[in-house]
């Protein structure tokens, strides 16, 4: 899921740099709404993985 923030980030820099903003504000969000899930989930790996080391 990271990847995927990263390549829509991309795009996003790209679309920019050559004029498309509409492009690039709407690959900006998705890679800022893949990075956030991104987030909510690891958090949740490392809670469930303390959670389980200590049984």
């Not at 990847?3 to 795009?11: D, E, G, M, P, S």
Request: glycine residues 10%; aromatic residues 20%.
């Amino acid at each position: 899921m990271l990847y995927w923030a990263a390549v829509f980030f991309v795009i996003a820099l790209i679309a920019g740099v050559f004029g498309f903003g509409g492009l690039a504000t709407a690959s900006a969000g998705v890679a800022q709404f893949l990075f956030f899930i991104f987030l909510v989930l690891f958090v949740v790996a490392l809670i469930v993985r303390a959670i389980r080391s200590q049984a």
